[in-house]
């Protein structure tokens, strides 16, 4: 049967076969991966153009060849090698007014784009207000502008976080009234300068807990507006984390998250966290994340859109049953952390769950800060460039950061999440894009992730194993000697 005759209803790559892609956050975690699952899972799409933003002393061709090398490519590069050329360079930035795009670029995408992925976000927790309006907030606002101009379009999905509405405890698939007018926001945000409205930052965010979420709150705002004119859906990620199994298990270019803190407990850096030890988190592998996106594409897509059409919404979670204690989650960790060491581990890998305030400010006196003061000393004298203090100082910065989420859990409604898979007629189909979390072995799949932490991101060889458990041997000798040298000199 000739591919183009296939119903794009019943099947995923036919739907995306001819459509052409604007995707802003490119290069971020999940940007990459949509690429790379796009390409190869739906290889007659007609091109993606990538917003990306140049870079000093890096043109945007230099940073799409150092992208597209990454091991997360080798399965595409074997199976299409072809499509790499569909991939189309906008020159852009997401916190500049209008995307900084081109006139020449701008009509370019209004005449050929068909479905617009607004992935682009700046996810710092410490951004200043301004910066996190103008990337988050009114980057939304002007893709929507941009969007209604776009003669085919048929879908626009914003990517937002399963976060955004932090005051229910409960977070069903729907849209929320915003915190506050995103308009009034913007034009607070383009008005007054850094100074001045750092000092009204507190007032502005009230109970929210930082200017991410704050600032992603309005941009759903944004999307529930012009869903009255636009073809919009919202996805709403949890904690994104390594894949689960495609391109490859254990895939990720970053330390956000709980293995970032696994990584950090087990170079023996952590020995300390300020967090409650009976509250679980929810966590989503980043190609399931993925193929919820393109789920959502094609459902939006197929849909007749009128004016009465509401806002299609998705928490892209992991289902409540499957969620477990974050304590649970390090006890899994510091067990594989036995059989797959990291390298150069400084101290012991156990990790103490901290709930009071004052007894975590002691602790990391005690446990952090000397034990940097004095390991950075014998660096400094032997003429090595010392930086477990400054190490410390960052882990208990991004520790306070987090407190919010460590301290407390939300539940997530994701009946539309589940609906989507089975609105897939083809089995393949089902299984090529497969949202469903229902059988995974979490022991397995955090195992996929430490091991992806130590090779993708730390660039360790797991053929020297052997060598890193003797090393760890030999710090756990170390840190047992000198505890009983200050136990001793505590007892005098």
């Known amino acids: 049967m000739d591919k183009n005759s296939i119903d794009p209803a019943m099947s995923i790559p036919a739907f995306y076969a001819g459509q052409s892609i604007f995707l802003t956050g490119a290069t971020g975690f ?14 007659d799409v007609r091109e993606i153009f990538i917003l990306m ?48 795009l081109s006139t020449i670029d701008r009509q370019m995408l209004i005449e050929r784009v068909t479905i617009i992925i607004h992935n682009a976000a700046s996810v710092k927790f410490n951004d200043s207000l301004k910066y996190a309006i103008f990337t988050n907030t009114r980057s939304t606002r002007d893709v929507c502008i941009f969007a209604e101009s776009m003669k085919n379009l048929i879908a626009l999905v914003y990517v937002s976080t399963a976060y955004t509405h932090l005051d229910n405890p409960f977070i069903e698939e729907k849209t929320y009234p915003p915190i506050a007018d995103w308009r009034k926001m913007i034009k607070v945000a383009e008005s007054l300068d850094e100074h001045i409205l ?8 009230n109970n929210i807990p930082n200017t991410y979420i704050f600032s992603k709150n309005l941009a759903e705002g944004v999307i529930q507006e012009y869903s009255s004119f636009l073809p919009c859906a919202i996805v709403r990620p949890s904690v994104v984390v390594n894949s689960l199994r495609d391109p490859i298990p254990g895939w990720i270019d970053n330390f956000n998250g709980p293995l970032g803190l696994l ?8 020995p300390i966290l300020y967090a409650s030890n009976k509250t679980s988190h929810n966590n989503i592998p980043v190609d399931t994340v993925i193929n919820t996106i393109i789920l959502v594409t094609w459902k939006l897509g197929l849909t007749t859109f009128t004016p009465q059409s509401t806002c299609f919404v998705v928490n892209c979670t992991c289902p409540n049953e499957k ?36 007894t975590y400010y002691t602790l990391t006196i005690l446990w952090n800060i000397l034990p940097a003061i004095i ?28 407190e919010h989420f460590t301290f407390n859990e939300w539940k997530f409604d994701n009946a539309n999440s589940r609906r ?15 949202n469903d979390l229902s059988d995974v072995d979490i022991e397995k799949y955090i195992r996929n992730g430490l091991i992806g932490i130590k090779k993708y991101l730390l660039h360790e060889d797991m053929n020297r194993l052997d060598a890193a458990k003797t090393h760890c041997k030999r710090v756990d000798r170390f840190v047992a000697t000198f505890k009983t040298i200050i136990a001793i000199a505590c007892a005098f």
């Open 375 to 402: 390991i950075d000393s014998v660096l400094k004298l032997s003429g090595h460039k010392p930086m477990l203090l400054g190490l410390k100082k960052k882990i208990y910065v991004a520790n306070r950061a987090l």
């Open 420 to 434: 989507l898979i089975s609105l897939v007629p083809s089995s393949d189909n089902r299984e090529m894009f497969s």
């Open 323 to 358: 969620s477990i204690l974050f304590q649970e989650v390090c006890n899994i960790g510091v067990k594989i952390l036995e059989d797959i060491p990291l390298e150069g581990v400084l101290w012991t890998r156990n990790t103490l769950f901290v709930q009071n305030l004052i």
């Open 198 to 205: 750092s000092i009204f930052t507190a007032k502005c965010l």
């Open 30 to 43: 999940l940007g990459k991966v949509y690429i790379e699952k796009i390409l190869r899972s739906c290889p």
């Open 53 to 100: 933003r140049p870079k000093k002393g890096i043109n945007l061709n230099e940073r799409l060849e150092k992208m597209l090398n990454l091991p997360l490519y080798d399965k595409l590069r074997k199976e299409q090698p072809a499509n790499f050329k569909k991939l189309i360079l906008v020159s852009g930035d997401t916190s500049q007014e209008n995307l900084g």
């Open 263 to 270: 990584a950090a407990g087990g170079k023996g850096l952590l």
